[in-house]
């Protein structure tokens, strides 16, 4: 059984950073497409940063340049390094792992900006 389990969210102020972390079980992050999403109330949940093929990695236009995306094969986690935070990247972050049309995600943590 898949199993994704998100950490490090929290409250955090204007400008500041988090990391969040996936950890994964049941399957091999490296042979999966992993990425991050968010939602917030009354909005479908929304790519924030996703790896694609050969590496490359796609980010919303909104965290670009604010946010980093990596991975741990070791470990089988993936991380969201998120700086320069600002108070509408207040969500809930799901890490997601795709394999085909099958998708898992986690069970969400929430990250709140505000001062």
């Known amino acids: 059984q898949v199993q994704l389990v998100e950490s490090g969210g929290g409250l955090v102020q204007p400008g500041g950073s988090l990391r969040l972390s996936c950890a994964v079980s049941?399957?091999?992050?490296?042979?999966?497409?992993m990425g991050w999403y968010r939602q917030t109330p009354g909005n479908e949940r929304e790519l924030v940063a996703r790896?694609?093929?050969?590496?490359?990695?796609v980010y919303d236009d909104s965290v670009k340049g604010r946010f980093t995306i990596s991975a741990d094969n070791a470990k089988n986690t993936v991380y969201l390094q998120m700086n320069s935070l600002k108070p509408e990247d207040t969500a809930v972050y799901y890490c997601n792992r795709a394999w085909g049309q099958l998708w898992s995600w986690g069970q969400g943590t929430l990250v709140a900006v505000s001062s």
């Open positions: 790896f694609v093929v050969a590496g490359a990695v």
């Open positions: 049941g399957t091999e992050i490296r042979t999966n497409v």
